[in-house]
């Protein structure tokens, strides 16, 4: 398996300011995905970062407002900018581990974001 | 495009009843199915995940799901509910090289 963490685990900013989300993994791997979890909802997927190459976004999600930033194979950056408080929620960051023969998907703790 | 459908946003249950989830996906090819749980607070817990193979897949803390394939339906069952099992419950579906897309979520209560 792969352990997942994520700083902060929490935090709580002002309207109109960034916050950089960091995930680090123990092992190396080539797919990376940023959730949103917005509050009493489901996961949605924000994008796919794969080393050396620029992050896809999904449907709804833009460059400029969720830049991501992939350096190597253990480590990833998301930052929410301009933030609003309909960006309060958790995100977690998520990694794609082959084992067994199987493609398996690891999550992070997850960072639950409050924005006033 | 792949997609995943809850039906069900909220079911409660009497602690020792029998329970199902149910699960429908839209999606060309044979996908991957998975079953996760998120307990109030708490991150998310594989139950179990369906590849290939049996259709009926067992899980953890006493979970079983069934794949079938002319419903286009992953339901996930237990036959003895416990209260902490109070949760609430993501059926999810992706392919090789792609992420995980999930459904809307279920919530379970467990009445006493």
């Known amino acids: 398996s792969a352990v997942i963490s994520q700083k902060p685990s929490r935090d709580i900013c002002q309207r109109g300011t960034s916050l950089t989300i960091q995930c680090q993994v123990d092992?190396?791997?080539?797919?990376m995905f940023w959730y949103r979890q917005q509050p009493g909802q489901s996961l949605t997927l924000i994008a796919t970062?794969?080393?050396?190459?620029?992050?896809?976004?999904e449907s709804g999600f833009v460059i400029d407002k969720f830049p991501i930033s992939r350096p190597n194979l253990t480590f990833s950056t998301l930052t929410v900018s301009n933030m609003s408080p309909e960006d309060s929620s958790i995100y977690l960051c998520?990694?794609?581990?082959?084992?067994?023969?199987?493609?398996?998907?690891?999550f992070g703790p997850g960072t639950r974001l409050t924005v006033l | 495009a792949q997609s995943v459908t809850q039906p069900d946003i909220h079911i409660t249950v009497s602690e020792g009843a029998s329970l199902e989830l149910r699960c429908n996906y839209s999606?060309?090819?044979?996908?991957?199915l998975f079953w996760y749980v998120q307990s109030p607070g708490q991150g998310l817990q594989l139950l179990l995940k369906?590849?290939?193979?049996?259709?009926l897949v067992q899980g953890i803390k006493g979970f079983e799901a069934e794949f079938k394939r002319s419903q286009s339906s992953f339901n996930l069952r237990k036959p003895s509910v416990h209260w902490s099992d109070a949760a609430e419950y993501f059926c999810?579906?992706?392919?090789?090289?792609?992420?995980?897309?999930f459904g809307k979520g279920t919530t379970l209560s467990v009445s006493s």
């Open positions: 998520s990694v794609d581990v082959y084992r067994r023969g199987q493609n398996e998907q690891f």
């Open positions: 092992s190396q791997v080539t797919m």
């Open positions: 970062a794969n080393q050396g190459s620029e992050a896809t976004y």
């Open positions: 999606y060309g090819a044979t996908p991957y």
């Open positions: 369906y590849f290939s193979g049996d259709t």
């Open positions: 999810a579906v992706r392919e090789a090289g792609t992420a995980l897309i």
